[in-house]
């Protein structure tokens, strides 16, 4: 059983940033791809950024390119998530998890259980 615990999430106003952690426990950690998803209010969980075990591969969702950084420090068993250019649309609960295996994915069932999220909220 996999624990994720995300954090650095609040309230920052349109243009600022924000860096998100995700501390996993539980697996072997650096053998396995990583991603973040969030949820907006009334939307569904959308895939956000996907990195692989090696760190080789990286992935964005294009509406986050150029302005979200995915990295990931294996001797911390954690991965985090800079956010540049924050904009309101970017409000959400955001989620890491841990894939199945090792290369990048951008769908749900390629990941595990998910945690409880850190909530992000951008203001105009």
């Known amino acids: 059983q996999v624990q994720l615990v995300e954090s650095g999430g609040g309230l920052v106003q349109a243009g600022g940033s924000l860096r998100l952690s995700c501390a996993a426990s539980?697996?072997?950690?650096?053998?396995?791809?990583m991603g973040w998803f969030r949820r907006a209010p009334g939307k569904e969980r959308e895939f956000v950024a996907t990195m692989s075990a090696s760190g080789g591969s990286i992935y964005y969702a294009d509406s986050v390119k150029g302005r979200f950084t995915i990295s990931r420090d294996n001797a911390k068993n954690t991965v985090y998530l800079q956010m540049n250019s924050l904009k309101p649309e970017d409000t959400a609960v955001y989620y890491c998890n841990v894939a199945k295996g090792r290369t990048i994915s951008t769908i749900t069932p390629d990941f595990g259980s998910w945690g409880q999220g850190t909530q992000v909220t951008v203001s105009s």
């Open positions: 539980g697996r072997t950690f650096n053998s396995y791809a």
